[in-house]
């Protein structure tokens, strides 16, 4: 797992926003992973910045988000439908036909599920995934006790996370209590996943994830076993890291690599 620490929340941002903005430029067909919540507002918000500045095209890009609430249509002002069209898909030339999230409203679940991992599938899989992480340790509604190979279904959501959220909806009793989710075993599957972390609310969360145990009571510490994570975080949010300085060398060596690559010697 890479580990990049950023002084704070814009940079973590800015960092995360280019991962995305490389890939389309490299592959304008590519199929990206996408999650919702605060920490990703101002990624999407940077990406934006980036394309219009660039006039990258995402006509081509297909999208999979990672969740959304049940019993919330797509209109509801906290839908994660509404807040992908507010927060990203509107202000970019997506093809909205390729931009899918689940549907909180379906009747009949088990089929749904079924179905959106083999449109992931037919996509030909999720090249970058973009993840958060809940306090509990948490990948898109994968609440402790998930299975680490489960995929898209429905998930009873913890108090602490209805708490979080109870932010967005103006109070807890009026937070859903289920989801659809992506299951941990979908996300390993992508084959590049890029988690956001900032602040000091998420230390004991990254600091589990990354060097606690695999274990599923952290359904984060999943992303030990996949073979390309970039995790990029803030300072408060790496406070709880023990071998903080040492992803600290990592990255300076990284840098020196590129630089010496880049400029050949005279
Ligand atoms: C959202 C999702 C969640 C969030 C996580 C962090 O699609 O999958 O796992 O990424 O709860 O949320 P914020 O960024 O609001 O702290």
Redesign the pocket.
């Known amino acids: 797992m890479r580990v990049i620490i950023q002084p704070d929340a814009g940079a973590v941002a800015e960092k995360g926003a280019k991962v995305i903005a490389d890939l389309v430029r490299s592959k304008p067909n590519a199929v990206l992973g996408l999650?919702?919540?605060?920490?990703?507002v101002r990624c999407y918000e940077e990406l934006i910045r980036i394309a219009r500045a660039e006039n990258l095209d995402f006509s081509q890009v297909r999208t999979f988000?990672?969740?959304e609430y049940v019993g919330l249509d797509d209109d509801h002002s906290q839908s994660?439908h509404r807040f992908m069209r507010e927060h990203l898909f509107n202000h970019l030339n997506f093809n909205l036909d390729h931009c899918l999230v689940p549907d909180g409203m379906t009747q009949d679940y088990e089929a749904y599920c079924d179905w959106y991992e083999d449109q992931i599938r037919r996509a030909g899989g999720i090249d970058l995934q973009l993840?958060?992480?809940?306090r509990d340790g948490?990948?898109?509604?994968n609440e402790p006790g998930s299975s680490l190979g489960s995929r898209t279904r429905l998930k009873t959501l913890t108090q602490e996370?209805i708490e979080?959220?109870a932010r967005f909806f103006g109070s807890a009793d009026a937070v859903p209590r289920l989801a659809i989710?992506m299951g941990v075993g979908t996300i390993l599957e992508s084959r590049r996943c890029l988690m956001l972390a900032t602040g000091s609310s998420?230390a004991a969360a990254v600091g589990a994830m990354v060097e606690g145990p695999v274990t599923a009571q952290v359904t984060a510490s999943a992303l030990q076993l996949h073979r390309d994570v970039t995790l990029v975080i803030d300072a408060e949010a790496a406070s709880w890291l023990r071998r903080r300085m040492y992803y600290q060398q990592v990255e300076e060596a990284e840098r020196s690599l590129t630089t010496t690559r880049r400029e050949p010697a005279r």
């Open positions: 999650a919702t919540g605060g920490t990703v988000n990672l969740d994660y993840l958060g992480i809940g948490h990948i898109a509604f996370t979080d959220n989710t998420k």
